[in-house]
């Protein structure tokens, strides 16, 4: 065969090569869209589209005590570096048979799996429909151990001064999928910030009257079963007016003091998160 047809060829096989995968991507890309699509339409996703947390300007050194949460968009190139390595496929690639330490999705972190390899995670619990009982779902909160310190590295942290600075801050990397989350609990302050898919959060100040309650109900209940089922009740009779709520997208930065209560849904197939405890 003439060289130049054989280039021609090759060339022609190549491009529908890379069509090919181009279509296989988009029509990937398009049934998550549809399905975050779908999910967050509903009447009773419609929580996740307030928000009446402050938003400021990204204006030099970043508060670290501030006394009521706070989001700050800081634009998704600071960390798109690490944004790319956690992609579902190249985490998968790369750190599939890495050891991931999931555990109950309750307001206590029970049940901790000492050794889930992340293939398994990832294909058989952040695919499944979140059950009411907490206890029944699955979540990486955040891994800490050797083998996820690279990433954890490559995180660019937030500019908060010198309370940030690398040696006094534990940062951790979280998974979940659609509906996933942490049930109302309560600790330090922290900074959070989504790199894949969005996290609705919803906030109660220290000693809020409707925290006992909340803490009753919450003891056997997944978060996003919280807001269907106890969340209008509580909205009926008034005793919510104080929460402070929003969904923070990718290249938004989320700060909150310590012992604000707090409760978290995940809102797409894939949510991939960074959290900076201080």
């Avoid at 928000?51 to 204006?59: A, D, F, G, Y």
């Avoid at 190249?90 to 293939?119: F, H, V, W, Y």
């Avoid at 151990?145 to 942290?157: K, T």
């Avoid at 659609?178 to 898919?197: I, K, T």
């Amino acid at each position: 065969i003439d060289l130049a047809v054989y280039l021609a060829l090759a060339e022609s096989a190549r491009g529908m090569f890379v069509t090919g995968l181009a279509a296989v991507a988009l029509a990937v890309a398009v049934v998550i869209l549809r399905r975050r699509a779908t999910a967050q339409s509903s009447p009773e996703m419609a929580f996740t589209t307030r928000c009446n947390i402050r938003k400021i300007r990204p204006r030099g050194t970043l508060p670290s005590s501030a006394e009521e949460p706070y989001i700050v968009d800081l634009g998704r190139q600071r960390n798109a570096a690490l944004a790319a390595r956690l992609t579902r496929e190249r985490l998968l690639d790369e750190m599939g048979d890495t050891c991931t330490t999931p555990s109950q999705a309750g307001s206590n972190r029970k049940g901790i799996e000492t050794c889930m390899p992340l293939r398994e995670y990832v294909s058989e619990w952040m695919d499944r429909e979140v059950r009411r009982n907490s206890s029944e779902n699955k979540y990486v909160f955040g891994e800490f151990s050797d083998a996820w310190a690279p990433l954890r590295e490559a995180y660019a942290l937030p500019p908060c001064g010198a309370a940030c600075a690398r040696e006094r801050v534990a940062v951790t990397i979280g998974l979940g999928g659609l509906h996933s989350g942490a049930p109302w609990h309560m600790h330090g302050s922290a900074f959070v910030e989504v790199l894949h898919g969005s996290k609705h959060f919803a906030f109660l100040p220290p000693g809020d009257a409707a925290i006992e309650g909340i803490d009753a109900a919450i003891a056997g209940l997944s978060q996003v079963h919280w807001h269907w089922e106890e969340r209008p009740r509580l909205e009926a009779a008034g005793r919510l007016a104080a929460l402070q709520e929003c969904a923070l997208q990718p290249g938004e930065l989320l700060y909150f003091p310590p012992s604000w209560h707090h409760g978290v849904v995940n809102l797409d197939p894939y949510t991939a998160f960074v959290s900076t405890f201080l």
